[in-house]
């Protein structure tokens, strides 16, 4: 196994990779550390999942499996980029493409009806939604902004839009009936084996077995009422015309890749509610599948025109909606992975509460998050700038994030324990003796979860927000609500470590909307502030505070200590990568920021030299903050437009500033010696250097894929330098 593990994924991060891993490649030799990957992209984890459907050249082997078990030793040093957390209609593309390059893979099952196509089903279910993250994520998180990151902002402020007291920008959440209100929680008292049922009139089915839960696990139920959430989202549409606002749904369809797609789908039918009543039967009879969206229905109905004619209709009746792209009229409900919440709401909130409409204006938007579990974060935000304006990037302090993730914990809507439910009944969580752990009357299409947190990943969160806050000595607050039913279980685990350790006036434990403000506050005096949260909201507010503070989460340092003693590390958010292909397959420009890796790469050098005692590691570690240091002050991140520099010119300046710092330390003679020539070629052939680089902007770059690309093509495009391949190798 090589010394760090560099992870393949998709879209921009990788294809970053393709420019920045031969660097880093050649960098680390020089030290003794091999640096392999690992292929957990979409397409690779769909190969790896249908080995008798391929040729023996084209099988590949299970990657996220072989990390699975790497991340649960002390020997595990990864580089994890982020990968797509896949909805339906990226996974049923990402098939097609295989299958147009020669892959003779099945097709995904829409309605598996067979036992064939049910098992298929199965397995293409396995790869949807987060599939990779519960895998490898075997310790807690512990991000933050570099400090360097942190003063190139404040020294640097980029725009934010202006917020006006009256702006109409509004957050709605259903007033019942939703997670949060029917949330039950417990702490098992002993090791657990658990089933889930569904009793009916018309018999009990078994909707999951073999749950195995050890003693001090926190165990939640809870479902959404299918009924409350249509009502609500008739209201909403209503209201929302009213007011003159935008329409936008916010939703995690990608992680949450059970619950979400379904909300989803309600709010389809809900906006073209008059539609589905008079043609839901000959909608259905073509496939049509509102979970899917609204571009794959009207990519189903286009040859329809009564149909046609009754959904543009619909339409202009109801209230514009927030636009993913106002050009080619693709709107906020066209696909369900186009419009993330936790990239969607920091961005309409940096904007000042404006959305882009139909019209191509911006405008203020109802937004519409149907849960309150997280809804009351965004909804608090909004009221503060409201009151208070803009944050300002140049003097606002910064919210670190502590949070709760390991072995799985707090995974909702992206696991096996969630069930769009099929019949009226009531759903048990039943012990293996028959003790009912909990129960929920339920309704057909009522959405049911479970999820569980276990013990030692609680305490492992709980003292690494203790190591955090001594090592900032800043005010520190547990996110955590005691009247909502899994909070108060975790605060029955917080309160007596902090007691222990003498602690308790130390942290604070609020309320998530309580908790906003208090932040908002804190960060808008200049202060810094610990957010210490759960999993879904850590992965909320590790964008919202870096997008408002810094313009984007792509440069966040993301530290993951496993709890085996082993390392990963993170590199941001990925949010935008799917324009950001866009643009270079037509522009032939990356715009990707590739600020998140180094800092990674930074600190997983380091771990190394910590763990295997190899100094040469530490020194090449040092030189890489340096390096990145060298591209914040000297200006050398990515521009947007054509043009300009792009990603491949960032990762020259990084080599560069990376050999330059390392001919010039005293600590490794042998290291200095090595990289002064190269340092040397580096700077002597810059003008060379960016004019190749420059010269292949403008054109469309063909890239052999969108989902797997042709890896030789991708080299061409993105080593565009043959300068500086040269030097590099």
Known sequence: ??????????????????????????????AGVSVGTKDISLAGRILATFPEHLSEEQRQSDDLAELGRLVKTPDANVIKLPNISASVPQLVAAVKELQSQGYALPDYPETPTTPEEIAVRAKYDGIKG???????????????????????????PHRMGEWTADSKTRVSAMSGGDFFSNEVSTTLSADADVKIVLETASGDTVLKDGLSFPKGTVVDATFMSARALDAFLADEIAKTKSEGTLFSLHMKATMMKVSDPIIFGHAVKAFLAPVFEKHGSAMAELGVN?????????????????????????????????????????????????????????????????????????????????????APVYDETIKFFKANGKLNPATAGTVQNIGLMAQKAEEYGSHPTTFEIPEAGTVKMVLADGTVLHSHAVEAGDIWRSASARQSPIEDWVNLAIDRQKAEGCEAIFWLDENRAHDAELIAYVKPILEARGLSDT?????????????????????????????????????????????TSAKMLSIVKLMNGGGLFETGAGGSAPKHVQQLMEQNHLRWDSLGEFCALGESLQFLADAKGNEKARVLGQAVDAATQGILDNDRSPSR????????????????????????????????????????????????????????????ADLGGYFHTDPVKTATVMRASATLNSIIG
């Open 130 to 156: 987060s599939a990779v993250n519960p895998v490898l994520r075997e310790g807690n998180s512990d991000r933050r902004a570099a400090k360097a990151v942190k003063a190139f902002a404040q020294n640097n």
């Open 290 to 374: 509102p979970n899917s969206g609204l571009g794959d229905l009207l990519a189903r109905v286009k040859d329809q025109p009564a149909i046609m004619a009754d959904i543009d209709a619909c339409m202009a009746d109801r209230p514009p909606m927030y636009m993913v792209d106002s050009d080619k009229g693709i709107t906020n409900l066209h696909v369900p992975s186009d419009v993330i919440i936790d990239a969607s709401m920091p961005a309409l909130i940096r904007a000042g509460g404006k959305g882009w409409g139909p019209d191509g204006a911006e405008s203020d938007a109802n937004c519409v998050i149907p849960d309150n579990s997280y």
């Open 507 to 551: 942290f604070k434990i609020m309320a998530p909307r309580e908790a906003t403000r208090a932040s908002l506050e804190t960060i808008t005096a200049g202060r810094n502030s610990i957010a210490i949260t759960g999993n879904v909201l850590r992965d909320y507010l590790t964008d919202l505070f870096p997008i408002l503070e810094l313009a």
């Open 1 to 30: 196994m090589s010394d760090i593990i560099y992870t393949k994924v998709d879209e921009a991060p990788e294809l970053a990779s393709a420019s920045f891993l031969p660097i880093i490649q050649k960098f680390a030799k020089a």
């Open 641 to 700: 437009k054509v043009g300009e520099p792009d990603n491949r010119d960032s990762h020259y300046w990084f080599a560069r500033y990376w050999a330059e710092a390392l001919a010039a330390q005293d600590a490794d003679a042998d290291l200095a010696a090595h990289f002064a020539p190269i340092a040397e070629a580096l700077r002597e052939n810059e003008a060379q250097i960016v004019a190749e680089i420059a010269a292949a902007q403008g054109s469309p």
